[in-house]
């Protein structure tokens, strides 16, 4: 063994939280090396082929405005973009767009060859050399090492990674790489909590043997929208121009050939030990959880532009071949498909993410952080974003600054984190809008301004954007500003210049802000009536969004300050709760498992009753 | 909620008696906004940050007086809680401090949690935990009484029907949110017109809860109940056997007082409370002077009468006055000395022998019905047990309101879902089970307020 390097950050495992991680802690100046087992696979999107959705979108453009990639990358890489739940309500309006998968593993690797102070190398990490102070580097299947300041595992599904596809089993990494066999154990030797999850992806089709005419297509936006910040001019694009998606339906016909051969699904024989997520079911265990539903909806998406190869959502199974196949058959449009990879199941070692601090840094082992699957959660956007902040906060300590971290009120990113390391998971984690209960005010439309200053202060937001950011928030102000200050009378002048615009005439004097509550009156419609400037839809959506659900903004600010006061008060982190008596058995060991941060995230541990929080809170107040 | 320090709190913190004067405390924030929201101080200022006694009147929301009143300001740190702190002293009796503490929840603060202000003295360092401890011991020892057994059974079928609200409302969020989350998908999901229709049955099984709080001001504070009949009719006889078994456990309802002029029957938890015993205590021998005057007063006051008769002689002229008096009001006639022979005929009269505690299971019986009649316990079980829980079913209510609002103005499905959620996190409140939003008060829910 020798020493092959030195570096401030050593980041295992370059998937989208590993990339985000690595240029996280170069870009803030530390000296970083991103670690993968394949450089042809950085980046690598081994399930579907989109980025965004509900709650997804939310997390891109929130990466975005703290200064990471993942939304750059992706406008650059997609081929079809739509904007979701238009119809739902402004805070869950979700930008959805279909990847095309080398492209962006392409770009984004080009993204990190050219970033100052990091190394990119292929190599497979067996083990972590830790001693009393924290961590002391990496030492690799070809005997070197690497020493290190801060780790960032980010080892996806990789950690004793076991394929499934009916009756075959084989220690794999998913999409046929190689799985790292020797990390968790040198991880559990070392005393990390290990839990063993299960995925799962579809079958890929060749879309040459596919009757598209037998389904319902479903194309982009004509508006072609962005998820960064810095393209957020929107463009008119012509809609042939983005690659459609298609619909179809499962039908009694495949449900029967599943419920013949479920005794061959592994999940049903007892050959999987791992815990798949609920909300990615396998088409057997839908079939099984519903037998009522007489279809299931199927979701072609093509994988990219330059391959045939198409992406079956929602035809997730880890049957045999032989039986994959024949359902498939019974599909419309799908009658003659050719499998051009089989879908399988996966399952893999991942941390229990209790063990985790917010700075996703864990609480007994200083200087290493994890970030993605390997915390238990699933999709590129959940990993990304914890990639971000894990290389964020590995950054800030070794400048030596305080940790950067985001409350629930503040982002998605915020919930998702406090919910792992509060809450821990069962299941693989994926982000829903429902879990944010403040997500009237985190809006993916207002991303940039909740976060920008953020990630200004903490050096990851370049110049451009942030004198893009300001003339966005100084013109919104401005025009707010003149919302405000003019004021209407109910003269007959007034009243005519609404009976004009069609709107209901006023009785009171009001400023024309009020105005804008109504249901009937957006900014385009009196503009020029009132003389007001131009605005382009960006600004236009930030001020009717801010004053028609006013009342509901409010309300959530509202709730945000009163708990704000919770979070603020801090416990202090060698606090022995053995010397806090009254405490109950359960809530003791919880709060000494978890060693939550303030009095507001002890709140949110379950098991830890009100009367438990008072009697720490009286505790602290004693021992001030 | 109750984890939340900022909020400014209210209540009545003298004892629930007939008293010289009555005191309502307002302490956190907004205690000085709140006071001078609905106070008018004869010198016609405004309330002034600073510590001052004030004179004037408490006035209703249409700005009729409800009370002339002194008001104490004490501007944190100096106070109780260290918070600002208001004291509205009032001369008016239990009725007029209530609606003085409604009005002080209509102007933005909320019913203090037992205890609360003591807490909040500590957690602003005002007492150690040696005092706090000491202040929770002696309430703690009061608590075991009747009343609150009776109370238990009742608040479990209370708790259970609150369960079921919030497990409807959190079907229907789910509902809204998988539409939400998966939008792709073919979501089998209620339809609006659908999902409004089951907000309303929801607000409606509230509004039936509310209800209840009736009865549970009636377990509280009991029922006034005159007893009233011409002398040596037997009036005495049947307070003594009331009184005789549930001697030794009468002694605690809360924000009852007994003196000189009431004896309180507990009735199956329910407390009467008998008006005016001085009267019927008289000495048989003397000569009862006041008669029909006293019963009049007793009647006025009451809110369940008594009535007593002989139905051994026929009736007199003084029982036709009384028979005069309670018509149209929630009486029982009783027909006294069952056990001579009977010359009287009373109509939806119950025939007793008080001598021999005769018909006294009916009288009881009777008694329940009349109290509890009208609310129908067996289709409305349960009750709501003071100005907090009231309060918060009424905030539910509000938020299920303004579901349906948000609904009929056309709003998006992540608006009524906002609204929805409320709803089930306050009432996650009323059951102190929601911990993932509140912290809350532990042993400290156990103090009186205002100690």
């Known amino acids: 063994m020798f020493t092959a390097g ?159 596809i009916g009756e075959t089993i084989f220690d794999s990494g998913p999409n046929g790489q190689r799985p790292a066999m020797k990390l968790s154990d040198c991880l559990k030797d070392l005393g990390l909590k290990i839990l063993r999850f299960k995925t799962g992806t579809p079958a890929r089709v060749d879309s040459r043997s596919l009757d598209f005419s037998k389904m319902e297509i479903q194309p982009g936006d004509p508006i072609l929208r962005s998820f960064s910040f810095m393209n957020s001019d929107s463009r008119l694009v012509e809609i042939e121009n983005q690659s459609p998606c298609y619909l179809t339906y499962t039908n009694e016909r495949t449900h029967e050939i599943i419920r013949k051969n479920i005794h061959r699904a592994p999940m049903a024989n007892g050959i999987i030990e791992g815990i798949g997520p609920r909300y990615c079911p396998s088409i057997e265990s839908k079939i099984l959880r519903f037998p009522d539903k007489s279809r299931h909806q199927l979701f072609l998406e093509p994988e990219g532009l330059g391959t045939t190869e198409f992406y079956v959502q929602g035809m997730s199974t880890s049957l045999p071949m032989d039986v994959q196949i024949d359902f498939l058959h019974t599909i419309a449009g799908l009658e003659n498909a050719r499998i051009m990879r089989a879908g399988y199941a996966i399952e893999y070692d991942c941390f229990d993410p209790l063990q985790l601090k917010p700075t996703l840094e864990f609480k007994n082992f200083a200087g290493l952080f994890s970030a993605g699957q390997s915390n238990g959660t699933s999709g590129y956007e959940e990993a990304a974003a914890q990639g971000l902040m894990a290389g964020i906060n590995a950054a800030l300590q070794i400048h030596k600054k305080d940790p950067l971290i985001l409350k629930r009120s503040d982002a998605y990113i915020g919930v998702l984190i406090d919910d792992l390391v509060t809450k821990g998971t069962n299941e693989p984690y994926r982000m829903m809008t429902s879990r944010a209960e403040y997500r009237l005010i985190l809006r993916q439309d207002n991303a940039d301004l909740r976060l920008t200053p953020l990630g200004r202060k903490i050096g990851l937001v370049s110049n451009d954007r942030w004198e893009k950011f300001c003339a966005k928030r100084d013109q919104i102000d401005e025009i707010t500003k003149i919302l405000d200050e003019k004021i209407l009378t109910p003269s007959k002048e007034t009243n005519s210049i609404l009976k004009s615009l069609e709107l209901d005439e006023i009785h009171a004097t009001l400023p024309l802000s ?65 010397d806090v008596s009254n405490l109950r058995d359960e809530a003791r060991e919880k709060l000494i498992s978890i060693q939550p941060r303030s009095i507001g995230q002890a709140t949110r541990i379950s098991g830890v009753s009100p009367a438990d929080i008072s009697v720490l809170l009286i505790y602290l107040e004693s021992h001030k | 909620m109750e984890i939340f320090q900022d909020e400014t709190i209210s209540a009545i913190a003298t004892a629930a008696a007939p008293a010289g004067i009555g005191v309502i405390r307002l302490s956190g924030e907004h205690a000085f906004d709140v006071a001078d929201s609905i106070f008018r101080s004869s010198t016609r200022r405004k309330i002034e940050r600073s510590r001052k006694i004030l004179h004037g009147h408490i006035l209703d929301s249409d700005g009729k007086v409800i009370d002339e009143v002194i008001l104490l300001t004490m501007p944190a740190p100096n106070s109780y809680t260290r918070e600002d702190v208001v004291e509205i002293q009032s001369h008016g009796g239990i009725t007029v401090l209530r609606r003085i503490m409604q009005r002080t929840f209509d102007a933005g603060s909320r019913p203090a949690q037992r205890g609360e202000f003591t807490k909040r003295a500590f957690l602003n360092g005002r007492l150690d935990l040696s005092q706090a401890q000491a202040v929770m011991d002696i309430v703690q020892a009061k608590t075991e009484t009747s009343l609150e057994r009776a109370q238990q059974n009742l608040e479990g079928k209370m708790s259970r029907r609150i369960r079921n609200i919030q497990a409807e409302l959190l079907e229907l969020l789910a509902n809204l949110e998988a539409l939400i989350d998966f939008p792709d998908e073919d979501v089998d999901a209620l339809p609006l017109n659908e999902i409004r229709t089951k907000i309303l049955e929801s607000k409606s099984e509230i509004e039936k809860i509310l209800e209840t709080a009736r009865d549970g001001k009636i377990l509280r504070e009991g029922v006034k109940v005159a007893l009233i009949g011409k002398p040596n009719v037997g009036k005495s006889s049947l307070l003594n056997l009331l009184l005789r078994e549930d001697r030794a456990i009468v002694t605690d309802i809360p924000g009852t007082t007994r003196d000189s002029i009431e004896e309180i029957v507990n009735l199956d938890g329910i407390p009467l409370v008998i008006i005016d015993t001085a009267g019927i205590r008289t000495p048989a021998d003397e000569v009862e002077q006041i008669g029909i005057e006293r019963a009049k007063k007793s009647i006025d006051q009451a809110e369940l009468i008594l009535a007593l008769f002989d139905g051994s002689k026929p009736l007199t002229h003084e029982d036709e006055e009384i028979l005069d008096l309670i018509q149209n009001r929630d009486a029982i006639k009783i027909l006294n000395k069952k056990d001579l022979p009977q010359v009287v005929d009373l109509p939806d009269s119950i025939q007793m022998s008080i001598k021999f505690g005769e018909g006294e299971e009916f009288l009881k019986k009777s008694i329940l019905q009349k109290i509890l009649g009208n609310s129908n316990r067996e289709e409305n079980p349960g009750f709501l047990r003071d100005a907090r829980e009231e309060n918060i079913m009424r905030q539910a209510q509000s938020e299920l309101e303004s579901a349906i609002q948000t609904i009929d103005r056309g709003l998006d499905a992540d608006f009524v879902s906002i609204n929805l959620r409320s709803a089930w996190e306050i009432l996650g409140e009323f059951l102190g089970e929601n911990v993932s939003e509140k912290v809350i008060d532990l042993i400290f829910e156990k103090f009186c307020v205002g100690k």
Do not use: W
């Open chain 1, 514 to 578: 009020e105005l804008l509550r109504r249901p009937d009156v957006t900014y385009e419609k009196i503009r020029s009536a009132f003389e007001l400037p131009e605005i382009d839809d960006e600004i236009r959506t930030q001020i009717e969004t801010q004053f028609f659900y006013s009342g509901y903004i409010e309300k959530q600010i509202e709730q945000v300050a009163k708990m704000e006061r919770l979070e603020d008060k801090l416990i202090p982190e060698n606090l022995d709760y053995n």
């Open chain 1, 6 to 164: 030195e570096y401030d950050v050593i980041v295992i495992g370059a998937g989208h939280a590993g990339v985000e991680a690595a240029l996280a802690a170069a870009r803030m100046g530390c000296s970083t090396l991103l670690t993968t087992l394949s450089l042809e696979n950085l980046a690598m999107m081994p399930c579907n082929p989109s980025v965004g959705g509900p709650a997804k979108s939310h997390l891109v453009r929130e990466i975005d405005a703290l200064g990471g990639q993942m939304a750059l990358t992706a406008d650059e890489s997609c081929i079809q973009f739509r904007m979701l739940n238009t119809s739902k309500g402004p805070a869950v309006h979700s930008l959805r767009a279909q990847a095309d998968k080398k492209i962006y593993q392409r770009n984004m690797k080009r993204v990190c060859e050219n970033t100052e102070n990091l190394d990119l190398k292929q190599l497979l990490i067996e083990k972590i050399v830790m001693n009393d102070s924290g961590v002391e580097g990496v030492i690799t299947e070809t005997q070197e090492f690497f020493r290190a300041r801060k780790i960032i595992i980010a080892s996806g599904t990789y950690l004793r990674g076991r394929v499934i």
